[in-house]
């Protein structure tokens, strides 16, 4: 598997962490100032994809100081115990809410278990992260030196423990999936919408919120850097997500959920390499679940 390694500017860059086995599905973000924290895990079976992406940067692994996860789920946080042997003076970072699953996976991986059905076994395994390695980000202002800082913004929606990073001075935002995905190489953007917590009126919200950011650049977790201005490829995300949920509310009204016809209208398939086009498929109908999830749920309340 060929990966790339990419220097944005002066402080950012990032490594193809080779995602469920795929190439340009991952990324693991690397911000530097005077310290060095880097963004996002991928899985287990990203850890040396990403220590291999770290020196051919020149950074040796044992640098790296902060570990920055978006939230608790297999794809972004699952590789950071496998990391932390060789990064022994780095702190983990994630919402004060899902924290307690990195130091006890058990009921992590049979949720992801759960939500990711044919998916599961590329997520591998999840390594035990001390509890005194964690630092609760919820209202994290890191100052890595030399201009470079990075802030968390609160954004649920995707999952209720979700955070976005945004770097001050390059106005540089690191959305997770917070807004969804931009996968180029399978020709996707869209939500991604998981069991069992994806919520609908906080998804809502967290658009507002970033659209209102004066961002410069966004750096997805899923996959890289974007060419759209980015309230542009915010705004896009904003109506795929609205043409995914119309879809999935109209086919769950009449009784019965036809996954093949909601992954035709949102994905196109054809001219895209079979691996990459079962993830994307994988990811949509688990979306969908997520989203009759969160129907059955504002049904049983009103
Ligand atoms: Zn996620």
Request: contains cysteine; glycine residues 8%; negative net charge.
């Amino acid at each position: 598997m060929e990966l790339e390694t990419v220097q944005l500017n002066e402080h950012i860059a990032y490594v193809d962490n080779g995602l469920l086995g795929a190439t340009r599905t991952g990324s693991t973000y690397v911000v530097r100032g005077d310290e060095i924290a880097i963004i996002e895990t991928g899985t287990s079976a990203s850890a040396p994809h990403i220590l291999e992406g770290l020196s051919r940067l020149g950074i040796q692994p044992a640098d790296v100081r902060h570990i920055l996860l978006t939230h608790i789920h297999m794809d972004h946080a699952g590789g950071t115990g496998a990391l932390l042997p060789a990064m022994p003076d780095a702190h983990v970072y994630i919402h004060s809410r899902t924290a307690k699953y990195l130091i006890e996976p058990a009921d992590l991986l049979v949720s992801a278990q759960r939500a990711l059905g044919p998916l599961f076994p590329l997520h591998g395994t999840v390594v035990r992260v001390p509890a005194d390695r964690i630092v609760y980000a919820d209202t994290l202002q890191l100052d890595l030196g030399r201009g470079v800082i990075v802030q968390a913004i609160y954004t649920p929606g995707h999952s209720p423990d979700h955070l976005a990073y945004f770097e001050v001075n390059s106005r540089c935002l690191f959305p997770g999936d917070a807004v969804g995905i931009s996968v180029a190489v399978a020709g996707f953007d869209g939500p991604v919408t998981p069991p069992p917590a994806s919520n609908i009126e906080a998804q809502r919200e967290t658009f507002a919120k970033l659209l209102d950011l004066d961002i410069d650049m966004l750096l997805f977790s899923h996959y890289g850097a974007s060419t759209v201005p980015a309230r542009d490829h915010i705004a896009l995300l904003q109506e795929r997500y609205a043409h995914f949920l119309a879809l999935v509310r109209a086919q769950w009204e009449s009784g019965s959920i036809d996954y093949d016809a909601i992954t035709r209208a949102m994905f196109d398939g054809e001219r895209v390499p079979s691996q990459h086009a079962a993830i994307i498929v994988g990811w949509i109908n688990m979306s969908v679940n997520g989203l009759v999830l969160a129907f059955e749920r504002a049904g049983r309340k009103s």
